[in-house]
Structures are given as C-alpha cells and as structure tokens.
C-alpha cells in the first residue's frame, strides 16, 4: 500500500509545561479531495506522538467541512479517511463569477515579530492578481517589525507606524493609506490560505449590498488545554456553511439576530468596501484591543453594517489559521478583554434607540444564551474551569463603564477628523 504525506496547518509549537502530549493533543491540518489516492494511507508529519486527527477537507477551491480521524503510529488509514470524506454533505457552486478586484490587506501588529514574519510569507503567496500589503505597527517598543517590513519592499509591502495605542486606531489608519476599494484585514498571528483574497472577492460578488465579508478562522493547533478550550468556545472556529446577514431577512439557525455576534466572524478575518467604511465612521476607537474596553471593535462594526441596511455574507472558503494562546495565563487575559469588549458593544447598542427596540424582545433569550456559553467547557477532559467563565461574566457588566471612560479619553477619528462616537450611524 501507497503511503502519502501531509504537513500541519501551523508549525509545532516549542513544548512548555502547558502544551499537552500524547493522546490528549489533536493533530491539525488541511487535505483536497482531489488529492485523496484509493488504498492510500496518510503519514503525518510530525504526528508519531497524537492518536487523534482534524482535517478541513477541501474539493478545489470550496470548503467541504471539518473530519476527525484516529491516528495510529501517525498515519490515517485509507479506508477511514474515504469514509469520513463521503460522510460530508456537497455544497452548491456559485453561479456568479467572482472578479479579482484589487485588495489592500491590512495588518496590525505590536512587539510579535516572529508572528508577524510567518504571517507575511503565508500573505506573498497569495493567489491574487493585484493586492498590497500595509503593516501598521501600533505602538511598538521595538524596531524588530519594521525592519521586517521594509526588508519585503521590493515585494509591495508597505510599512506604517501609529504611536498611540489601539487596534480600531491602527485599522483606521490603514484604511486612510489604502489604495484600493476593497480592504481584508487579518491579524498578525494568523496564517492564511493561498486561495484567501479571492475567497473573498467571491463573497462580495454574490449581490451589490455585500459591504462587508467574514470568512473561517480555524485552529491551527490544539496541543494544550487552553487551545482546546478555545477552540470549543469560538463560534466562528468551526462554521463552513455560507450565511447572508440582512436586517429584513433574517437568516435560519441564529435566533438571537442581529445580536448572535459570533455568527458574523471575527476581526482576524474580514473584508469590507473602503465607501463603506467611510459612509459609517470607520472603526469605533472606543473598543478594541489597546483600548479602556481591551475588545470589541469587530463586532460593533459587523453590527453595524446589518443595522445600516447592508449584508454582511460570511464565506467560509476564506480561510486562515490561527495560533490560539496556548497557556491558561494568556487565555484567561484575552477572555478578560473579550468580556470587556463584548459588555461596551452592548452597553453602546442600548443607548441607540433604533437597536435598543430590537434588542429588547431578546433580552431574556440573550442572558441564557449568554451564560450557556460561558459555561459550556465542552468534554470533562477539556475543561479549563469555570474561573475563565466568570472572569469573562464579570468583564461583560464592567464593559459599560470601560465604554464610558474610553469616551471620555477617546482621540479623534482619523477618517473624518471628529469623535467616533459623533460620526458613526445607525439607520
């Protein structure tokens, strides 16, 4: 019998005293059907010490969905791996061709320079056409990011800094320097697919009221509890069904919209229209990393682009990895600022009258939907505990009050030179 290989969708990390070993780690990495050979066994990489495998199963340039496979001396047996692909239901080709519009890619990044040099070669292998690359570099304390970025030059990276902190500040930012019509942002600690811009562009050419397009975030490596635990956590980890987001059609399956915020996406992976993000006052530097509310700015703007009468399509052949943190410190800090975040988008939802009458049949349904996700740990071998779900409780009721001194501190909004909160609309 034939034996293929397949490499990992991310690099192994270096073990530490959290990554786990063995049985309790699950090998993670991408395959094409069309690659899949009859009688051929699958060697991983690397994968002698799992016993458990994720594969996101492609056909071409279309996601078919997520398989889970035994691992035994670090093969796939044929006959399983052809048995779990069959399993996976076929999804329907576009009948509209997509046009590879020209894309600015922005990249905000801060003191992650080995993140950032992986990022970028994943990004110079981009199957696209025409597309620039802007690094803003937020606040930094170190020249290690621009000397990566003006070493790529020659190859239409751009590199630019923004001394005062915050990730919805730096975006901004990069949408004023770009050249382009249509922006994809991702984050420095992420991989992306070859295939991702034009994924996107595919999003956008399905109607014209498609301002904006979130695509797959997928775990590039579950080796340790917290990795794990995240990924069971993240909507957006695992979604591969094409979904179109409109205020007057309502989409099946997400009963608390417009306000199932983790069925949009996530910052780490969208486009939009440049008119668009100017039309609505970019993005709000009240929220997000680097701000009072630690988070945020992504789904207030996702949000907003539904309430403005606007699709929002999510497009799962978009896809990129990303490097969950892998140590129970680094998770307990993020889901602190995702409770920050998630607490100011509401308490800035509340105070518009227009959202305030759509939220207010949902309330009830919300808090349980709420808590249920916060507490879900998933299996008993994955559990974290439940200390990450109250701090994350507790940071969604301080979210408030991070909003109101962000407000009273925030800087002017440098697409239109006033305060975001001034600039931005609803109806």
């Not at 076929?90 to 040099?117: G, Q, Y």
């Not at 690094?135 to 304390?141: I, L």
């Not at 190859?155 to 500040?169: H, M, Q």
């Not at 992976?269 to 990393?289: H, P, Q, W």
Request: proline letters at 5%; a neutral charge.
């Amino acid at each position: 019998m034939s034996v293929g290989r397949l490499q990992p969708a991310l690099p192994f990390p270096v073990p530490d005293p959290g990554t786990a070993a063995g049985g309790d780690g699950v090998w993670v990495g991408s395959l094409d059907v069309n690659d899949v050979k009859a009688d051929q066994d699958l060697q991983l990489e690397g994968g002698d010490r799992f016993k458990k495998a994720r594969l996101l199963i492609w056909d071409s340039d279309q996601v078919r969905g997520f398989i889970d496979l035994r691992v035994d001396q670090g093969r796939i047996a044929a006959g399983e791996l052809r048995s779990a692909i069959a399993s996976l239901p076929r999804r329907k080709s576009s009948t509209r061709e997509a046009s590879a519009v020209p894309m600015s890619v922005v990249v905000c990044t801060r003191d992650r320079p080995d993140d950032l040099r992986r990022c970028l070669a994943a990004l110079l292998t981009l199957r696209h056409p025409q597309f620039e690359i802007i690094v803003v570099d937020n606040a930094p304390t170190a020249d290690a990011s621009r000397v990566i970025v003006e070493s790529l030059a020659d190859k239409g990276v751009r590199y630019l800094r923004v001394d005062r902190p915050g990730l919805s500040r730096a975006r901004n930012a990069g949408v004023r320097a770009a050249r382009y019509c249509h922006l994809a942002f991702t984050d420095d600690d992420v991989v992306v697919d070859s295939r991702w811009l034009l994924a996107l562009c595919q999003g956008f050419a399905v109607d014209q009221d498609v301002g904006c397009v979130t695509g797959l975030v997928a775990t590039g490596q579950l080796e340790s509890r917290s990795q794990r635990y995240f990924d069971h956590r993240a909507a957006w980890a695992g979604n591969t069904e094409v979904t179109v987001f409109r205020l007057h059609d309502p989409p099946v399956g997400v009963p608390l919209f417009p306000f199932q915020f983790g069925a949009y996406g996530t910052g780490a992976n969208f486009a939009a229209k440049r008119s668009l993000l100017f039309e609505l006052g970019g993005f709000d530097e009240a929220l997000g990393v680097g701000s009072p509310t630690g988070g945020g700015e992504d789904i207030d703007w996702f949000v907003r682009v539904v309430l403005n009468d606007h699709a929002l399509l999510y497009q799962p052949d978009a896809v990129v990895w990303h490097n969950h943190r892998s140590s129970e410190d680094a998770l307990s800090a993020q889901l602190d600022n995702y409770g920050l975040g998630l607490g100011a988008v509401l308490a800035k939802l509340a105070g518009n009258p227009k959202a305030r009458r759509a939220m207010a049949p949902l309330v009830g349904r919300a808090v349980v939907h709420t808590w249920r996700l916060l507490t879900d740990q998933g299996d008993s071998a994955e559990k974290v505990g439940l200390g990450n779900a109250v701090r994350e409780f507790r940071g969604i009721l301080k979210g408030p009050w991070a909003l109101r001194r962000a407000r009273r501190f925030g800087p002017p909004d440098p697409l239109h030179g006033e305060s975001v909160s001034g600039s931005q609309r609803w109806t």
